[in-house]
T-cell receptor, first 115, second 110 residues
């Protein structure tokens, strides 16, 4: 089945360690996004990529890094510089392309807990 | 900052229509209105989107005012499974940023 997959669903890390969250899609979508959600809050955009080998900072990029070496993959690294990394992380993708207007599809999220 | 304003919460009786308002007074001519919903601890689910015409699909209807400064999402016959946070978003094309606001918590009661 086509879709967007985030792994793992739950992730625990010690404070000060970098951690990479996986996001893979087999929908042939150009655009991919990473969001962070804190309890009782809406989604905040971390990074987004409209095409391979290109990405843009969102509203809360500090302490995070991404890469887009392949169309189907958009991994997010939470670095030790991120002061409050414990959160629910969501990845999304959409077709992309100017003039095309379709919905974005979301993964089921990764819940990161830093202890 | 989010470009939309929604009420924080609303209740709806099961079987009745739920009308969810959204203000987007600074919307640009090339920005679409999108609606998503999120059930607790899951990824958001797409509902509907539109530019200036009213839209309807199997889930909902979207009514956009003529000046495009506000819109209403209509769930025609709310069920208990429609209990979720509903987000109204403005977006440039399918490659544009999706910026979420706080959304409206909808609770459907028996």
């Amino acid at each position: 089945d086509g879709g967007i997959t985030q792994s793992p669903k739950y992730l625990f890390r010690k404070e000060g360690q970098n951690v990479t969250l996986s996001c893979e899609q087999n929908l042939n979508h150009d655009a991919m996004y990473w969001y962070r959600q804190d309890p009782g809050q809406g989604l905040r955009l971390i990074y987004y990529s409209q095409i391979v080998n290109d990405f843009q900072k969102g509203d809360i990029a500090e302490g995070y890094s991404v890469s887009r070496e392949k169309k189907e993959s958009f991994p997010l690294t939470v670095t030790s510089a991120q002061k409050n990394p414990t959160a629910f992380y969501l990845c999304a993708s959409s077709i992309g392309g100017q003039g095309r207007n379709t919905e974005a599809f979301f993964g089921q999220g990764t819940r990161l807990t830093v202890v | 900052d989010a470009k939309t304003t929604q009420p924080p919460s609303m209740d709806c009786a099961e079987g009745r229509a739920a009308n969810l308002p959204c203000n987007h007074s600074t919307i640009s001519g090339n920005e679409y209105v999108y609606w998503y919903r999120q059930i607790h601890s899951q990824g958001p689910q797409y509902i509907i989107h539109g530019l200036k015409n009213n839209e309807t699909n199997e889930m909902a209807s979207l009514i956009i005012t003529e000046d495009r400064k506000s819109s209403t999402l209509i769930l025609p016959h709310a069920t208990l499974r429609d209990t979720a946070v509903y987000y109204c978003i403005v977006r440039v094309g399918s490659w544009g940023k999706l910026q979420f606001g706080a959304g409206t918590q909808v609770v459907v009661t028996p």
